[in-house]
């Protein structure tokens, strides 16, 4: 019943679209929206390098020079391998053609 719903609602907000919105208002409106949602997207990774930069120089603090600066990208690749492994499940890959297809599926 949902998906008669949705279809019916679809269908509607599409009828309405054609009739008041030329087709270069549609493709401006899309552009503003991707765009807006990409600078906050990017505002979301800024403010979470920040966040975990702020942690890690925080609670793992050496007076002299911080050698675990040397250990925090293998810690990261480590992290996404195990994300990898036991979460997503798939094998990764490589290139424009497996984002391509990611993207399709």
Same mark, same amino acid.
């Given at each position: 019943?949902?998906?008669?719903?949705?279809?019916?609602?679809?269908?509607?907000?599409?009828?309405?679209?054609?009739?008041?919105i030329s087709e270069n208002q549609m493709i401006?409106? *899309?552009?503003?929206?991707? $765009? @807006?949602?990409?600078?906050?997207?990017?505002?979301?990774? /800024?403010?979470?390098? #920040?966040?975990?930069?702020h942690v890690l120089e925080y609670y793992?603090?050496?007076?002299?020079?911080?050698?675990?600066?040397?250990?925090?990208? *293998?810690?990261?690749?480590? $992290? @996404?391998?195990?994300?990898?492994?036991?979460?997503?499940? /798939?094998?990764?890959? #490589?290139?424009?053609?497996?984002?391509?297809?990611?993207?399709?599926?």
């Open positions: 019943m949902f998906r008669v719903r949705r279809r019916g609602l679809y269908r509607k907000l599409m009828i309405w679209r054609l009739r008041h401006i409106a *899309l552009s503003v929206t991707v $765009g @807006v949602l990409a600078s906050l997207a990017v505002m979301l990774m /800024k403010w979470t390098t #920040h966040y975990m930069e793992f603090k050496v007076e002299e020079a911080n050698y675990l600066y040397v250990f925090y990208p *293998l810690i990261g690749i480590f $992290g @996404v391998y195990l994300y990898m492994k036991y979460l997503v499940k /798939k094998e990764i890959g #490589h290139g424009i053609p497996a984002v391509l297809h990611s993207i399709a599926r």
